[in-house]
């Protein structure tokens, strides 16, 4: 539910991040098949890779990747871009001498794809997510992979749905889906419109939004304190629901009457009034009460 990643805030650089994509490739053999067939349309060659960070090139520059290819001469670069107003540099609108051998990896937006070498090819880090969510052996089976997934998704998000959530929605009605769809999403943005600047036993609320692949949902503050998180949550199996955790920034660590403690939060399912004739309204009663002695508790 927090949305963050163990790498959030540590790789804001393009040094760092290329170190990281580096690492990652040399770490796991099939995330650097997928990668090198991502990026040169290739599959890994029987020789493998080396893969090297900031490799020094003398004259014609330093290219934030070099990969090697074991047993040969040939060698390919990439050209990490964190930020769409990033421009190239000299060495790079060159190729490096190699141009035809070059990859420049950027956010979707990036305002000098005009500006590459000719021969040289545009890879999106949104595609990249993309296609590692397809992949459900690799992301099952390297916390690492996942980990840095879950930093594409935040850092330059996209939606890309698997094959079972495609089975799922060409199984179903479209008409039901799309309405269901629709109804859930306007039900948790009233709730945020009705919470925000709510006043509670003296206390003025604001609201924090979060939205990532598993959640879709709102924290309800106090203040700079967290004190409920209200919304969708996939891997709690909430269609509409409340949650805390007991930690840092939350203002309640203590069990609150309605919660169960599940996924390391203390978690209230509301799905019981999505049957009501008016959702957002029982919702938002129960929202308010849970609050009231949540404050009165602190």
Known sequence: MSGKSIFS???RDENAHSQLFCNLMSHSKPFRALAFKFLFGNRLPKNDLTVHSQFNLGDEGRPDIKISINGSRDCRFVEVKLDKNCPPTRYQRLGYGVPTALVFLVPRGWKYRDEIPAGSALRLWSDLAGEL???QDLLAGDIFV???LLLLNLTFPSIRFNRAEIKIM???SKEQLITVARKLHRIVDALAVHFAGLEVKGHKLGIEWGDTD???????KVGKGYLLWVGMWS???LLLGAAYQDGPGWMVSRPTEGFSQSC???IMNLGNFLDSPNVVDESSRRLEATLKKMLASR
């Open 214 to 220: 598993s959640e879709y949902g709102f924290t309800i």
């Open 264 to 266: 390391d939060h203390y």
């Open 9 to 11: 805030k540590a790789i």
């Open 133 to 135: 969510e397809l992949d």
């Open 235 to 237: 891997q709690a199996k």
């Open 146 to 148: 996942r980990e840095y």
């Open 170 to 172: 060409t199984d179903t």
